[in-house]
C-alpha cells in the first residue's frame, strides 16, 4: 500500500520559515493537499492541487511538490500556526494521509 | 453557508454497532461525495471511505470491507457511517467530509463536520 511519509516534528522561531516535507513514492506524479489541525478541533485544508490555497487561507502559506516530495512552506511563522499538519494523497482509488507533522512555534 | 453537522458522542460495548449521522446544509448534498474518516486518539488521520449521495454508490478502504456501512437519505441531506462488531481500538472521533470534486472523488476534502467521539469499552 501506499505511504505518505512526514516529520513528527518541526520547530520554529515566529517570524521565521517553516519547511514541512511529505515523502512518498512518484508523489510528484500526484495532487497533494495539506491540512491543519488544532487540538480539540476539525482539520483545516490549507492547500490544494499542490500549490492552490483555498479562500480565507493567508498568503503565508505555500506549497509545493515534485519528485518524491512535497512540501508545505510557512513564511513568516505566527504563533497561531502551532498546530499539527497533514500531507494527504489518492492513490488509485484510496485517500492516504501522512502521519502528520507537530509545528512548534517558539 | 456550508455546514457539516454530526450526531453527539457515543459509547458502546465490544461487539455492538454504532450510527453517525452526518446532515449538510448550504450546498446541493446529491452534488458533491462525502467521506468519513476517523482519528484515534493521539493519532493521526485515517480514511474510511466515500459515499456519492446522489447515486448511493460506496467505496469501502479495504480494511474494513465487512463491518462498514455508509447509506444516504437524500430526503434530509444526510450520510451516515454504520461501523458493526466494535472493537476497543474503534475508538475515536469520526469525521464526515465533503469532497469539492464535481465529476467524482479523488480530491481534497473542503468541508468537515465537527466530529463524533466514539468510545468503545
Known amino acids: 500500500s501506499y505511504e505518505l511519509t512526514q516529520p513528527s516534528s518541526v520547530s520554529v522561531s515566529p517570524g521565521q520559515t517553516a519547511s514541512i516535507i511529505c515523502s512518498g513514492d512518484k508523489l510528484g506524479q500526484k495532487y497533494v493537499c495539506w491540512y491543519q489541525q488544532k487540538p480539540g478541533q476539525s482539520p483545516i485544508l490549507i492547500m490544494y492541487?499542490?500549490?492552490k490555497r483555498p479562500s480565507g487561507i493567508p498568503e503565508r502559506f505555500s506549497g509545493s511538490n515534485s519528485g518524491n516530495t512535497a512540501t508545505l512552506t510557512i513564511s513568516g511563522t505566527q504563533a497561531m500556526d502551532e498546530a499539527d499538519y497533514y500531507c494527504?494523497?489518492?492513490?488509485?482509488?484510496?485517500?492516504?494521509f501522512g502521519g502528520g507533522t507537530q509545528l512548534t512555534v517558539l | 453557508q456550508v455546514q457539516l453537522v454530526q450526531s453527539g458522542a457515543e459509547v458502546k460495548k465490544p461487539g455492538a454497532s454504532v450510527k453517525v449521522t452526518c446532515k449538510a446544509s448550504g450546498y446541493t448534498f446529491t452534488a458533491y461525495y462525502i467521506h468519513w474518516l476517523r482519528q484515534a486518539p493521539g493519532q493521526g488521520l485515517e480514511w474510511m471511505g466515500w459515499?456519492?449521495?446522489?447515486?448511493?454508490?460506496?467505496n469501502y478502504l479495504q480494511k474494513f470491507q465487512g463491518r462498514v456501512t455508509m447509506t444516504r437519505d437524500t430526503s434530509i441531506s444526510s450520510a451516515y457511517l454504520e461501523l458493526s462488531r466494535l472493537k476497543s481500538d474503534d475508538t475515536a472521533v469520526y469525521y464526515c467530509a465533503r469532497d469539492p470534486g464535481r465529476t467524482g472523488p479523488g480530491n481534497q476534502f473542503d468541508y468537515w463536520g465537527q466530529g463524533t467521539l466514539v468510545t468503545v469499552s
Open positions: 494527504q494523497a489518492w492513490d488509485s482509488s484510496y485517500v492516504v
Open positions: 459515499i456519492n449521495p446522489n447515486s448511493g454508490d460506496i
Open positions: 492541487q499542490d500549490n
